[in-house]
């Protein structure tokens, strides 16, 4: 973790839109849990045209349901990295964003997120140089890390903050990369 970023605990925290975006097109998904372990998406634009992309699996073994962390999605948009928590498993699963029509391709490897008895899913973060990602426990009020290597496999889980007095519900890297807003 950069040294000089600030853990500020807040009490809202807005959605943010993630996708890889394009001067032509933008692609949007979301870990709706509306079927177990699967993410889908939405190719948009030009224009306001959309054209929905998936369901893909993402090879968790958790349940579907709703969850109350708000976003259990992130991207390394330049790098074209979607990384979606399977609620229910424990792990995080990476996917390859194809920018031309927003397909996605598996990354067979699902990566520890860190939480070990979450029914509700974690909160993801990357921060602005896309080399960490954060991950926030809901069940065990925890904050873990992982460094994300060049061709976006994620390393071992590090507790960053433990034993929180609170549930985590969402988190986001403020925009100028030094506060990490928990929700």
């Avoid at 509306?34 to 699996?57: D, F, K, L, Q």
């Avoid at 979607?82 to 390859?96: A, D, K, M, Q, R």
Wanted: with cysteine.
């Amino acid at each position: 973790m950069n040294k000089t970023m600030k853990i500020l605990f807040a009490a809202a925290l807005a959605v943010t839109t993630s996708g890889a975006a394009l001067a032509s097109q933008i692609c949007a998904y979301v870990n709706d849990n509306s079927a177990a372990n699967s993410t889908e998406g939405y190719m948009i634009g030009p224009g306001i045209a959309s054209t929905h992309v998936g369901p893909y699996s993402t090879n968790g073994i958790g349940g579907a349901g709703p969850y109350t962390a708000s976003n259990l999605a992130a991207t390394r948009e330049a790098e074209g990295d979607l990384y979606i928590e399977n609620v229910g498993s424990n792990n995080i699963t990476h996917f390859i964003v194809n920018k031309t029509n927003c397909a996605l391709t598996l990354d067979p490897t699902l990566y520890a997120s860190g939480d070990i008895g979450s029914s509700e899913g974690v909160s993801l973060a990357i921060t602005l140089d896309g080399q960490t990602m954060f991950d926030g426990s809901v069940n065990e009020d925890h904050i873990y890390s992982h460094t994300i290597a060049a061709d976006g496999s994620l390393g071992a889980p590090f507790t960053e903050s433990s034993s929180l007095s609170w549930s985590i519900d969402g988190m986001e890297v403020s925009p100028d990369g030094k506060t990490l807003v928990v929700s």
